[in-house]
């Protein structure tokens, strides 16, 4: 089991930008696919992005030409790029990994201010 900390939500106003990152605790060098979900209050756990060890990504329509993953697997991070924010944006922003077992990790709060 991989343990995953979640760092960079806050407030922003819409059309800001914000960095997230996940931190792992294990190498995530190969045979994964990390990613992020996101929560918004009363509303199903929505997936927002993946990227796979080889680097392949893909995003939900919602967040397409605005949000950018990446990963650095010698850090054993992986970050989501969030620009052109807007008030639908905000939710509580999760991070998982997955090689068979799904990991998550605890959350983090994005809030876009109109």
């Known amino acids: 089991q991989v343990q995953l900390v979640e760092s960079g939500g806050g407030l922003v106003q819409a059309g800001g930008s914000l960095r997230l990152s996940c931190a792992a605790s294990?190498?995530?060098?190969?045979?994964?696919?990390m990613g992020w979900y996101r929560q918004a209050p009363g509303k199903q756990r929505e997936l927002v992005a993946t990227i796979t060890s080889f680097g392949s990504t893909n995003y939900a329509d919602s967040v397409k030409g605005r949000f950018a993953s990446s990963r650095d697997n010698a850090k054993k991070t992986v970050y989501l790029q969030m620009n052109s924010l807007k008030p639908e944006d905000t939710a509580v922003y999760y991070c998982f990994h997955d090689s068979g077992y799904r990991s998550w990790g605890q959350g983090t709060q994005v809030t876009v201010s109109s």
């Open positions: 294990k190498s995530i060098s190969s045979g994964n696919t």
